[in-house]
C-alpha cells in the first residue's frame, strides 16, 4: 500500500521569506502523480501544484514550486516570498495513474504560520 | 459560481439517527468521491463512484451508503450515527483520463454527533 510522510506537523516562516515543507512517499508504482493541496481555516481544500512522476521537470506555479526526487521518493514544496494569506494546513498526495476512479492518499499535514 | 458544493455546511445530531449529505458538481465531471477528515486532519477515501457505478468502496460501516442518482450528484447516506462519525466529510470530482486526474473539492460538511 502506497503512504505519504509529513514529518513536519508545523512551520513558520516570516512574511516575504522563503519556506520549504517536506514531503516522503513509497510505492512499488512507477506511474503516479503528486499533488499538494492547501487547506486554510475556511476547510476548503485547495490544489496548489501537481507534478505528474513521468516528468523530470519540477512542476512551478507562481510563488510555488516542487522539488521532485523520483529515486529518493521525495516530493518538496518550497514557497517564495510568503504571503499572510499562504498560512494554512498542506497536504500532499498521492495518486496512482489508474484508469478509473484514482483515489489519493493523503500525508498528515504541515500546519504553516505566517508571521508578519 | 461553485464547482463542488455540499449541503448542509455543518449538521449536529444525536447519536442514532440517520442523516444525509448531498454532494453536487457543475464541472461536466465523471468520477466523484467521498472522503472523511477525522479529528486530527487526516483525510482518508471512503467510496468513489464513476459514471454512477461504485468503483471504491474501502473498509467502511455499512451504516454508511453513498448513492449517485447521475454523473453529477452524489449523496452519503448515514444510518445509527455514532459519536465516532463525528468528522468533516468531503465530496470530490475529477475526469477521468489516461492519467490520473485532478480532484477538485468540495467545501465540507461538519457532522458532529452528540
Known amino acids: 500500500a502506497q503512504t505519504v510522510t509529513q514529518s513536519q506537523p508545523e512551520m513558520s516562516v516570516q512574511e516575504a521569506e522563503t519556506v520549504t515543507l517536506s514531503c516522503t512517499y513509497d510505492?512499488?508504482?512507477?506511474?503516479?502523480?503528486l499533488f499538494w493541496y492547501k487547506q486554510p481555516p475556511s476547510r476548503q481544500m485547495i490544489l496548489v501544484i501537481r507534478q505528474e512522476a513521468y516528468k523530470q521537470q519540477n512542476a512551478t506555479e507562481n510563488r510555488f514550486s516542487v522539488n521532485f526526487q523520483k529515486a529518493a521518493k521525495s516530493f518538496s514544496l518550497k514557497i517564495s516570498d510568503s504571503q499572510l494569506g499562504d498560512a494554512a494546513m498542506y497536504f500532499c498526495?498521492?495518486?496512482?495513474?489508474?484508469?478509473?476512479?484514482?483515489?489519493?492518499?493523503f500525508g498528515e499535514g504541515t500546519q504553516l504560520t505566517v508571521n508578519p | 459560481d461553485t464547482a463542488v458544493s455540499q449541503t448542509p455546511k455543518y449538521l449536529v445530531t444525536q447519536m442514532g439517527n440517520d442523516k444525509s449529505i448531498k454532494c453536487e458538481q457543475n464541472?461536466?465531471?465523471?468520477?466523484m468521491y467521498w472522503y472523511k477528515q477525522d479529528s486530527k486532519k487526516f483525510l482518508k477515501i471512503m467510496f468513489s463512484?464513476?459514471?454512477?457505478?461504485?468503483?471504491i468502496n474501502e473498509t467502511v460501516p455499512n451504516r454508511f451508503s453513498p448513492k449517485s442518482p447521475d454523473k453529477a450528484h452524489l449523496n452519503l447516506h448515514i444510518n445509527s450515527l455514532e459519536l465516532g462519525d463525528s468528522a468533516v466529510y468531503f465530496c470530490?470530482?475529477?475526469?477521468?483520463?489516461?492519467?490520473?486526474?485532478?480532484?477538485?473539492f468540495g467545501p465540507g460538511t461538519r457532522l458532529l454527533v452528540l
Open positions: 498526495a498521492y495518486g496512482l495513474g489508474e484508469t478509473s476512479g484514482s483515489r489519493l492518499t
Open positions: 510505492t512499488s508504482e512507477s506511474d503516479y502523480y
Open positions: 463512484y464513476n459514471n454512477k457505478e461504485l468503483i
Open positions: 464541472l461536466g465531471h465523471d468520477t
Open positions: 470530490a470530482s475529477s475526469q477521468k483520463r489516461r492519467y490520473q486526474e485532478t480532484q477538485y
